[in-house]
């Protein structure tokens, strides 16, 4: 026990107040007398209510000027004044407390603060000894001792179970009271020590130092709560089950804050509950276990003439709120050795017996709690701390939350998300990092240089604060809340009632609301200055007081965000933040926190070593570091590039200027194809030379997807749209190239002297995917080339000229540049699906065309040219080509026999087709269900009612197979089986380019790839399997519904 | 290394295990069998032993690369009938892809899978099976090209001396030897027909103890100079061999089929769960029922109910609801009399388990109890009593099977594929073997 708290200092409070506002003397003495500056200056805000309070008969024996002085340190005087004339009615001993300076002092502290235990004072005026009779007092509520924190048993216990007159003195005491007297007594009794422990609280002069304390023996009065209401329960159960009930013995875990010691003033108290029993028959013991722990919380929270405690909550239990309430230790066991999640493990990390048995709590501790720290090597436990990081992220993110000081941005549990996430991390090798108690933990790592010193100072002083302002809101009414209060006045009082007697601190509203506000900012920067920043503490010169982390803790730490090799990753850190550089000390800055964006992506080894070579190519130029320091938008987006595709990741090393794009969303926007046209036409011009002009052309190309891939990967376009881009730069480049080759072969429009030269017209006409503009990254360009010779021309001279430039056109897009097109992937044009293949003539003319396709065309010949689209040559021939196409294509259902033929093409190719040994499931062009599944049958439906649908006459497969289903040739939900997997076949190609840089048609069966392109279809982290699941099912659907349309089963 | 794994290592030195057998199965639930030297082990547990996956039924063409076979340590055992000699252990393993991650291909992890779904919702599943087996003199057919048994006693007949009985003995000390532990054994009603039955435990247990099961009988068999098989039905004219299982779902320690008071003192999840089995039973029984030979036995009488249909303590129902013995709340249960000797277990307990799942999450009604044979009902009889005949060809299994989402959600797209192509592949095989039967028939008169 101490001597009373701020004595010493009180005898000023009579001249002025804590405020510094002086309290005019000789005032006069008469109630309702004093005059508005002497109430204002106490501290009074409805000074009416207040002259009349003062007037009422309760204080009449007490000298009024002494009176305000003491109301003056009341945090809230309207409150005070009020509750103590009410207090006063009720008990009127004690206004004997009025005359003593200490006594008065913390009657003022708890009546302003705390509306609640006011009123439980008031309700039970017994307790009232609590500020009348310190001293004796102090025998049954005790003090908070110097040991505080460390006492792990405590008087509380008995107390409580003395209040429901239960033996202290056995492990398992049966209480004599009973029902809701019993239940009023414990809650009663509870209140006591919460009244006492409240009074020591606020008076004491440094409330943050304090916190801690009171923080842990909140926990032990709900742990002694808990016991009484099983010492309750097990009455019952005795009354109940007779002697069976004696041989069932229930330990209850507190977990979370009440687990770590560090509960708050009002909150609900995590449980789980063990049992063990003599019983031979284990479904009664655990009838008894469960009628045993429900008890518990019937005493302490169900209706009786005391209000309920808290909530008693029990669902993290083993398969939470439907799992059984209690279980044996070795259920328990058998359960976190099977089938418990991760984060479960971390929830663990806090636990601890706090009633009941003790030695079955122990028990189950020493089988359960070790299974935290063996977390860390189970399967999943990078991707639950990542799972955790991006919590802490998250918060952060939420803006509105503005209020919040335990889930907003900067607040509390940011602060324990870190400490946790540490601990975890390191306390796999490092036992003394496991502790329960957050501040602890703290300590504990700072101690293991896991943190720097002045880190954790921070780190521990800021949570400290943030508990502080939490315990004093929630004295107020006693109310589970974590919102900073809104109204100037309440904060005001929140102000006073957090700064300890005589303390310096935050005086009003604004002092405190700016304190607030630094001690969020803080916590949100110590996040990112204590877990990331050491990072860099084995190569960058850092400051003296930050903490110097030994290569393995790095390790640790790298491997724990997902960097597969630490050790690589640790030279790329060195290469960047060496040196003397502007760009050094910049990455010295700006890498800590990219290193966790990068460790976001599929990839984050990759994705470094790409950022250090974009760096080392880019580094000098002023605006890649201004780009990365002024957005860090633009910088997280790169990272997530640089980690999720090599295919960006290379091609942006080659062309470095367009990382400038990644802060402007407006740059991200596909070029149109009549703007690349433009620009090629300008380069034409400026470059005479031929292959000069076309390395310009290449190099737009190589741009514009780029430009695509980065819009993609930054989730701005959808697949449609990547499919028209693409389809729009290959289009401008091959236009220029047959530009580049007309110019070669005829001379430069301006300067040809006649068109003796120029025989024929070319039209290239794109097929397939390239046709209905539905390409990804990597197509080739699948053509027919179209002529018609001009009037008067030679055919066989124009057949041979058309030939050539169409040779022409294919090399220019290919042929070696020099200076090279570094990463190109030269646009392939392939045009193989000509009439007769390989064995015809590259180009035809259109007569020759409209010949064949009369004379000879098979029906799947007609089919292709569904997708045929005049790209880039005469406009007039494209018309008059178009027209005819559409003329063939269109006609009309080409009749039963031709329709036959097209399935019977189909099956064989199906045999055919697929590579030797692929799985035909996995295959996602010609696989069961793939894309060619769906482009078939839509095809085949389109020969057949394009005649009369006018919807259907579109090159791209998605709106043909839309205007299917809208003009009920398909029904609505099989046309969404066939969207759905020819939407997600089109992603996966895409994804496998775009992670790997290489075309490949198979799903991919390595883990590592599929969790990539399963990220680049938008799945989660971690669903790899998923992915594959789905596909997998889709195509399967949609096999079954094109075998039902296409095949007729 | 966790605690489990040190004890493997520690009994291998202490015992001077010379052998270690890593044991899985492929779809068909044929056992596998990989033999370590005791060196080996340590490295398994922490890398896994790479295998290639392409040579294993329904492993086949999905990955071309090595797989993993990752021990089980809790799973660890010396093989009693390998004596005292060269002791040799096995554990079983599950089938990793070579990044760690569990195969989507591993039968075992598909009823993991299951099970962990259970866990979800507050559930442990529990199982009993009684398996039937025939005891035969040997693996080759007799003069009359029919398998000889080794007696021709009948149901819980005891034979002083027979070589049964010693055979039982046998096995069940084995089996026991080997943490199995029986609760049950006798004489079933065909020669040489027995029927042991294992202790309940978790199905994912059980599954692996009915895999060691099939060993060891075929094992002691073999060490008497017979052999054992667990065919569904090896004789035409005699009772085939089944594998009725006991399931109950226990909510932490009670058992949530349980309801005192309610009507054969089952709870709404009983019900529901039955419900759920009924519901599912005509599209998994490819599963309960995988091998042509299965349903010579489905279709042949006796102990294998054929149609959908429940009934307490009614044997010829689907699903039986056995009589509660009043002291014992705990031992509430449904008997799921669907299943055949041959069937892989973890893929039937899997399916089983989801059905009764599904049926408890959509809140199935259960149809009325059947209270009579339902095999002496005549067909329009069943059809108005609503018990629809089970399938009565692999090949319209199949069919049934290929069109049921429920069956593909619960295996797994890959290992639903692979079984599926597995088995049109074994149908394909038979539908064009000529059986003696038809020679008899056809060839004198045509």
């Given at each position: ?106 009657l ?5 603060s ?37 006492a792990e ?45 409240a ?17 842990a ?5 709900a ?12 009455a ?7 002697d069976?009930?004696?041989?069932v ?53 169900a209706?009786?003439p005391?209000p ?34 991760t ?52 918060n ?29 991390v ?17 300590r ?11 880190d ?49 601190g ?63 990753a ?114 034409m ?12 052309i ?28 693409l ?30 030269g ?39 001279a ?11 056109v ?21 045009a ?19 010949e ?24 007039e ?12 294509r269109y ?69 043909a ?31 496998i ?6 075309n ?20 989660e ?29 | ?16 295990v010379r ?24 490295g398994a547990?922490?890398e ?28 660890f ?5 390998r ?37 979800d ?69 065909g020669?040489?027909?027995?029927e ?53 779902l ?41 091998f ?7 279709w ?5 109910p ?6 307490h ?38 399916v ?46 199949l069919?049934?099977?290929e ?44």
């Open positions: 026990m101490r001597p009373s708290t701020p004595g010493s200092s009180a005898p000023a409070a009579r001249g002025a107040n804590r405020s510094g506002i002086p309290v005019p003397a000789g005032s006069p003495a008469e109630a309702g007398g004093f005059s508005r500056g002497v109430l204002i200056g106490t501290g009074f805000t409805d000074l009416d209510r207040a002259r009349t309070l003062l007037a009422s008969s309760e204080l009449d024996r007490v000298d009024h000027e002494t009176l305000l002085g003491i109301l003056a340190d009341a945090p809230d005087p309207d409150q005070a004044l009020i509750l103590l004339v009410r207090l006063l009615d009720r008990a009127p001993g004690a206004a004997g407390v009025l005359d003593d300076p200490d006594r008065s002092l913390a003022a502290r708890l009546l302003g705390s509306e609640a235990l006011g009123e439980f004072l008031i309700r039970r005026p017994d307790h009232v000894d609590l500020l009348t009779d310190p001293t004796q007092a102090a025998a049954t509520a005790p003090v908070l001792g110097p040991e505080g924190l460390d048993s405590s008087p509380l216990r008995d107390l409580l179970l003395a209040s429901v007159e239960a033996d202290p003195s056995v492990p398992e005491p049966v209480a004599g009271l009973r029902g809701k007297e019993a239940a009023a007594a414990l809650r009663i009794a509870y209140r006591r020590q919460l009244t006492a422990l009074l020591q609280d606020l008076t004491d002069p440094d409330p943050q130092g304090i916190q801690p304390k009171v923080s023996w909140l926990s032990d009065l742990g002694a709560a808990i016991e009484a209401g099983l010492a309750v329960s097990r019952d159960a005795v009354e109940q089950y007779g069976d009930a004696r041989g013995s229930l330990a209850v875990i507190g977990m979370g804050k009440c687990g770590a010691r560090e509960l708050n003033y009002i909150s609900d108290v995590d449980v789980i509950f063990v049992h063990s029993s003599t019983l031979a028959d284990g479904h009664r013991s655990a009838t008894i276990a469960t009628a045993l722990a429900a008890g518990i919380s019937r005493y302490v929270t209706a009786a005391e309920g405690l808290w909530e008693v909550d029990a669902n993290l239990r083993p398969e939470g709120k439907d799992g059984a309430l209690s279980r044996t230790v070795d259920s328990h066991a058998e359960y976190y050795r099977r089938w418990a999640h984060w479960e493990f971390q929830a663990l990390l806090k636990a601890r017996p706090i009633a009941g048995l003790p030695e079955l709590g122990q028990e189950y501790i020493d089988a359960i709690w070790p299974l935290v720290w063996t977390s860390s090597e189970r399967e999943g436990f990078v991707s639950s701390v990542q799972g955790m990081r991006r919590r802490v992220l998250d952060i993110a939420h803006q509105d939350r503005d209020r919040e000081i335990k889930l907003g941005s900067g607040g509390l549990r940011d602060v324990e998300f870190t400490v946790q996430l540490l601990q975890l390191h306390g796999k090798t490092e036992e003394s990092v496991r502790v329960r108690n957050t501040q602890s933990a703290i504990a790592l700072e101690r293991r240089s896991y943190i720097g010193r002045k954790a100072q921070s780190f521990a002083a800021a949570y400290r604060f943030l508990r502080l302002l939490e315990h004093r809101i929630q004295l107020v009414h006693l109310r589970r809340t974590h919102l900073m209060p809104d109204r100037p006045r309440a904060r005001w009082v929140l102000a006073r009632s957090s700064r300890g007697p005589g303390e310096p935050p005086s009003d509203a604004d002092a405190l609301t700016a304190v607030w506000k630094r001690t969020r900012k803080d916590v949100r920067a110590l996040h990112e200055k204590i877990f990331y920043r050491p990072l860099l503490s084995t190569t960058a010169a850092l400051s003296a007081e930050e903490v110097r982390l030994t290569p393995v803790a790095v390790g640790e730490r790298l491997s724990a965000l997902g960097y597969l090799d630490p050790a690589g640790l030279r790329h850190i060195e290469a960047l933040t060496t040196g003397v550089s502007r760009r050094a000390s910049l990455q010295r800055q700006l890498l800590p926190v990219m290193l966790g964006w990068l460790a976001n992506g599929p990839d984050p080894d990759g994705g470094l070593l790409a950022f250090r070579r974009l760096s080392e190519s880019l580094g000098s130029s002023p605006w890649f570091l201004g780009m990365l320091r002024d957005s860090s938008a633009a910088a997280e987006r790169l990272c997530h590039v640089l980690s999720s595709s090599s295919y960006i990741s290379d091609m942006l090393e080659h062309l470095p200027e367009a990382a400038a794009w990644l802060g402007r969303d407006r740059e991200l926007q596909p070029m149109p194809f009549e703007a690349q046209w433009q620009e090629i036409r300008a380069k011009a400026r470059h005479p030379d031929g292959d000069e002009a076309m390395r310009q290449r190099l737009i190309r190589q741009r514009e997807i780029l430009r695509t891939a980065i819009a993609d990967a930054s989730g701005l376009l959808d697949q449609d749209a990547v499919g028209h881009a389809s729009d730069a290959d289009r401008a480049a091959v236009l220029g190239a047959l530009h580049v080759a007309e110019n070669t072969m005829f001379g430069h429009p301006e300067a040809r002297q006649d068109e003796a120029e025989l024929t017209d070319l039209l290239l006409v794109a097929m397939g995917r390239q046709g209905g503009r539905e390409i990804g990254y990597g197509s080739d360009l699948d053509v027919m080339f179209v002529h018609r010779p001009r009037p008067g021309a030679d055919p066989d124009a057949q041979r000229q058309a030939v050539e430039l169409a040779k022409q294919s090399s220019l897009l290919t042929k070696p540049c020099r200076p090279p097109v570094l990463a190109e992937r030269p646009l392939i044009v392939d193989d699906l000509r009439p007769e293949g390989k064995k015809g003539p590259l180009a035809r003319s259109l007569e020759s065309y409209q064949y396709y009369r004379r000879w065309a098979d029906t799947w010949e007609v089919q292709a040219l569904l997708r045929a689209r005049a790209v880039a040559g005469d406009p021939l494209a018309r008059d080509f178009t027209a005819w196409a559409d003329s063939v006609a009309g259902d080409p009749g039963p026999s031709a329709i036959r033929e097209i399935r019977r093409i189909k099956a064989r190719v199906e045999s055919e087709r697929l590579p030797r040994g692929a799985d035909p499931a996995r295959h996602l062009k010609l696989g069961r269900g793939g894309l060619s599944d769906v482009e078939w049958l839509v095809q085949t439906l389109q020969l057949q009612h394009a005649d009369t649908r006018a919807s259907l006459r579109t090159t791209e497969t998605m709106s197979l839309e205007a299917l289903v809208t003009e009920g040739l398909l029904p609505a939900e099989d046309g969404q089986v066939l969207h759905r997997a020819w939407q997600l076949a089109s992603r996966i190609r895409s994804g380019v775009v992670w790997s840089g290489k490949s048609d198979v799903l991919p069966a390595k883990r590592q790839d599929l969790e990539a392109i399963a990220r680049w279809c938008g799945y982290p971690g669903n790899a399997a998923g992915l594959e699941e789905d596909y997998l099912r889709c195509t399967r659907h949609a096999r079954q519904v094109f075998e039902k349309h296409f095949y007729g089963a | 290394m966790d605690r489990q794994q040190e004890f493997v290592l520690r009994t291998i030195e202490d015992r001077d052998f270690v057998r890593l044991w899985f199965t492929d779809v068909t639930g044929t056992l596998k069998s990989v033999a370590l030297a005791p060196a080996e082990v340590e547990f922490a896994g032993l790479g295998f290639d996956g392409s040579s294993i039924d329904g492993y086949t063409r999905i990955f071309e690369s090595d797989m993993l076979l990752q021990p089980d340590p809790s799973t055992q010396i093989l009693p009938w004596g005292e000699e060269e002791p040799t252990s096995r554990m079983f393993c599950d089938v990793l892809t070579p990044d760690g991650e569990p195969s989507a291909a591993d039968p075992r992890n598909v009823l993991r899978r299951q099970l962990s779904r259970a866990a919702m507050g559930f442990t599943f529990y199982t009993h099976p009684e398996i039937e087996f025939y005891l035969l003199a040997s693996k080759e057919p007799g003069p009359d090209g029919q398998p000889v048994p080794v007696d021709q006693a009948g149901y819980f007949d005891h034979e002083p001396g027979g070589v049964a009985t010693d055979f039982r003995r046998h096995a069940v000390n084995m089996l026991e030897a080997i943490g199995i532990s029986v609760e049950f054994s006798h004489h079933e009603s020669p040489g027909q027995n042991i039955d294992l202790r309940y435990a978790d199905a994912l247990q059980t599954a692996d103890n009915i895999m060691t099961f099939r060993t060891v009988i075929k094992e002691v068999a073999q060490l008497q100079g017979n052999y054992a098989t667990f065919m569904p039905k090896p004789f035409g004219d005699h009772a085939g061999s089944g594998m009725h299982t006991h399931f109950s226990f909510e932490g320690d009670s058992n949530a089929f349980f309801e005192p008071g309610a009507e054969f003192h089952l709870s709404t999840t009983a019900r529901r769960f039955i419900a759920g089995l009924l519901h599912h039973s005509v599209e998994i029984t490819a599963i309960t029922h995988q042509v030979n299965s349903y010579k036995r489905l042949g009488g006796g102990e294998a054929a149609y959908v249909s429940w009934g303590n009614n044997r010829s129902a689907l699903v039986r609801v056995p009589l509660y013995k009043p002291d014992k709340a705990g031992s509430a249960r449904v008997e799921y009399r669907g299943i055949d000797a041959s069937a892989n277990p973890y893929l039937t307990y899997a089983l388990l989801a059905a009764g799942l599904k049926g408890i999450e959509e809140e199935y009604e259960l149809p009325e109890a059947a209270a009579e044979d339902v095999n002496a009902l005549t067909a329009m009889e069943r059809r108005a009593l609503g018990h629809d005949p089970l399938p009565g060809t692999l090949h319209d299994a069919r049934i099977m069109e049921s989402e429920f069956v593909a959600g619960v295996l797994g797209e890959q290992v639903f594929e692979n079984y599926l192509r597995n088995k049109r592949q074994e149908w394909d095989e038979y539908r064009i073997k000529v059986t003696p039967y038809e020679l008899q028939r056809y060839l004198g008169i045509l």
